[in-house]
């Protein structure tokens, strides 16, 4: 079972020794691909793509994180998966101070589903939260990709170590999970540092509505 | 569905017109466009602006429309009155900056039924109004408009 | 599809005959923006009629909250194959349009 | 409802309803907008398009070769994507339309390709006579070539296509089709590795998209996709679109053609 957002603060974090696995391939054919089937995937992507609006050719390119997920069909071995997670922990830039932002602007950083699109003017991203996220009650229509963050704040409270695992899971989410599904927002420049606060404040801000 | 939209296509005599812009002009006068009642921003004054003070609650006028709607741009909307000598229906969507959506008229052999798709800004009561031996009677239906898709 | 083409069935079926009808229209509410960011002018159909055999039955006025490309349903009473169902539409713009079908 | 009326809206609502066994919130919704819906309009313009002469040649398309023979409409879009050796390649409904327009038409590929997305306002002359072909196979079971080695090899690059993850935000196309009964916001998402959601989805395409409503194509649903996965533009008609595209239907094979249908 997939790693979610919603276990336990301790257990997460312990959990990044535990061989992670999304749950994918339902149909029994995703089987991951050899280095050469990595390279012939992306030749034909560059054969048959172009640039268009901020979405450059550069982003056909793959970084070890995706190479890894890529070649194990979401699956690496435990020990890979944890050397990964580790690299990855380790570029996260983490401000110091407080991580809690302001709940009200992450609120509309987590309903934007804008961003990044060829169709997007740069710099202007939301973190298309409610796309994959139960969050605020009052957001009816929310995603059910991933984990419902209903009260997160609420029953792991906000201390510094939560704020710091928050902050770091929207900033890179593969540094917790490998293979997550969860776009990196601060590792691939979609997002600010202050909205990354501002989303960390929707979670675990007593006022925020997430938490009542 | 199926079966309509396929004997729509087939059906024998069903021609397609040409636009005519500007030249077709009815020969017969038409009721002018109730400027007045389709201009109006609440509920109450277009109900004032087509004549309607009081209204009284009826079961017989019977609104088909999904609860929740996936997208406000369409939501398709089906209406019969049952009411004896019904001879117009008014279709008003409360939330809308212009509630006002559509008035039809009955004469002839026509049935007091309408079908069709209105947009809902927002979560809504759609209002409908029949007018029947000089009186109006009401029915509301609350209809749900959600967000779909990426948002993208 | 601006403003333009429409499509009409009409099926007598128990003593009721059906009528349906599609028209192309943007039905523009004035209040949207166009890729120029200048506000799309109010484009849309204000009257709507409906004909059996030349004589009105269903007499209608309409605003720009009725969707794109309107689709309507009317039933008329009687009828039989061979009667001829016109529709015409008058907008905003002063355009219009008609359409005709015999009952089927 | 007629009795006749009354079957096929149940059958479109349970063509809509969701992998997992809970009824759809916008079961009704989806069921009267299908009823309500302005496709004729799209079938009938396809129809002026398929039969205008144009281009060098000034010839019609009719004697196109969608694959049941030259002119042959009638089940032609359920045998699609299939291998045309004339081409030596596996084609979807657009881009054998496209190869139509260059040999029969004399047109070259980059006017017959110069506007493929068309808006509310204004259809492409692809999405109209997508609408009126596809309608002629409406009813017929779909069977897209599976046999040929290059069709053989189209499946297996989409299949490698659907789920290698890429782009500034790692997705791939399983990141939200890969598993049954998810949503993204209130919209259900079809897991297209399965037969069993890929059949009903791949059954209505192509079709009037209500929320721009517009007419959209399955070229345009693989363009639009990697916009929303971040990725730069896929070329219309290459071979990425049609290799997914066969990946799907392939998926979906046996499924009764109902379209041109519906979406959100």
Redesign the interface.
Known sequence: MRRMFLLPLAAALASCSTSPSTGMGTAGDHRGESAADMQRITAVLKANMHERGQAKMSRIELDDAQRLCNQYADNPPAEQAKRMEEAQLKAIAFPSGSLIGDWKAGEKIAQSGRGMTWSDKPGTAGGSCYNCHQISPKEEAFGTIGPSLAGFGKVRGNRPEIQRYVYGKLYNAKAYNACSQMPRFGHSGTLTEQQIKDLTALLLDPASPVNQ | MDNERRSLLKAAGAVTAVLVAGLLKPLTALAAWNKEAFGAKTPAAAMKGIGVADAAPSKDLVIDAPEIAENGAVVPIEIASAIAGTRSIAVLVDKNPFPLVGRFDFSGGALPFVKLNVKIGETSDVRVIAEAGGKHYVATKNIKVTIGGCGG | MAAGPMKMRATALGGVTDIRVLMAHPMETGQRKGPDGKIVPPHFIQNLTVKVNGATVVEAQISQAVSRNPVFSFRVKGGTKGDKVEVSWYDNQGEANRTEATVA | M?P??AA??L??ALAFAPASAQRS??A??????????????????GEEAWKHKQGPKNASLEQCDLGQGPGVLKGAYAGLPRYFADADRVMDLETRLVYCMTTLQGRSREDATKRVFGN????SEIEVLSAYVA?ES??MPMRPGTSHTKEKAAYE?G???F?????????SC???H??????????E?P?L??AKDAQPLMATWPAYR??T?SFVTLQWRMNDC???M??????FG???PVALITYMTV?AQGVVY?GPAIK?
């Open positions: 007629k006749t009326a096929a809206a059958a479109l919130p916008y009704d919704y989806q069921r009267m907008t299908a009823e309500n819906a302005p496709i004729e309009l799209y079938e009938l313009s509310a306002d204004k259809p309608g409406h009813g690059l299949r490698e296509l789920y290698h993850r890429a782009g500034p935000w790692d997705f399983a990141s939200c890969g598993e049954p009964g998810k949503r993204i916001r209130m919209s998402l897991a590795n399965t209500v929320s409503s990697y916009r929303q971040r990725m730069p533009e896929p070329a290459s071979d990425i998926n109902r959100r």
